[in-house]
Antibody
Framework: EVQLVESGGGLVQPGGSLRLSCAASGFTFSNYCMNWVRQAPGEGLQWVANIKQDGNEKYYVDSVKGRFTISRDNANNSLFLEMDSLRAEDTAVYYC???????????????WGQGTLVTVSS | DIVMTQSPDSLAVSLGERATINCKSSQSVLYNSNKNNYLAWYQQKPGQPPKKLFYWASARESGVPDRFSGSGSGTEFTLTISSLQAEDVAVYYCQQYYSFPLTFGGGTNVEIK
């Protein structure tokens, strides 16, 4: 069974940093493009970033470029999102979501974790 | 960026009746070399993560009931629920994966009338 379990969310002050983790199981993690998608309270979905299987290609939405870094550890089946210079508008539930194993990251996500809440507030 | 616009924002349909959700992209998401539309549909129920329903605009994900159908090409797409059931109450999102950043529509809230 595919499982994605996010952790690392919490309350952080504006300008602060946070590192999200996603533990993957039930599939060959290294074969899949992986995504972070967020959802502000009561709002819609926003794709944040994704990373190719080998970690050498990464893509970001403009609003997080230069502040967020996506990475992965294929040996430990883990996905990460390092978030710096956090702003109030980054407040959201952050979902880890699996892409596919076609070799392309231009694909929708098929499995999603339950999400971890990040709140940026003083 | 490709802007995805869904309509309506909210929809109330009687049980057993048809629900139709529209999604328009600001530019074509049809990739000419493979004739695929890079468009997906998701369903999100309260307190749950999204669930993928369709990819390539009309390819149904395994386990999705056949009362759900996806159609359209280029810039205009439709998700249809042919006979609404109580368990279909949810917010539905379209998403393009033709170009980065991947973008979602604003969502359509489907309720029972």
């Amino acid at each position: 069974e595919v499982q994605l379990v996010e952790s690392g969310g919490g309350l952080v002050q504006p300008g602060g940093s946070l590192r999200l983790s996603c533990a993957a199981s039930g599939f060959t993690f290294s074969n899949y493009c992986m995504n972070w998608v967020r959802q502000a309270p009561g709002e819609g979905l926003q794709w944040v970033a994704n990373i190719k299987q080998d970690g050498n290609e990464k893509y970001y939405v403009d609003s997080v470029k230069g502040r967020f870094t996506i990475s992965r550890d294929n040996a430990n089946n883990s996905l990460f999102l390092e978030m710096d210079s956090l702003r109030a508008e980054d407040t959201a539930v952050y979902y880890c979501a699996r892409g596919d194993n076609s070799g392309s990251c231009y694909r929708p996500a098929d499995y999603w974790g339950q999400g971890t809440l990040v709140t940026v507030s003083s | 960026d490709i802007v995805m616009t869904q309509s309506p924002d909210s929809l109330a349909v009687s049980l057993g009746e048809r629900a139709t959700i529209n999604c328009k992209s600001s530019q074509s998401v049809l990739y000419n070399s493979n004739k695929n539309n890079y468009l997906a549909w998701y369903q999100q129920k309260p307190g749950q993560p999204p669930k993928k329903l369709f990819y390539w605009a009309s390819a149904r994900e395994s386990g999705v009931p056949d009362r759900f159908s996806g159609s359209g090409s280029g810039t205009e797409f439709t998700l249809t629920i042919s006979s609404l059931q109580a368990e279909d109450v949810a917010v539905y999102y379209c998403q393009q994966y033709y170009s980065f950043p991947l973008t979602f529509g604003g969502g359509t809230n489907v309720e029972i009338k």
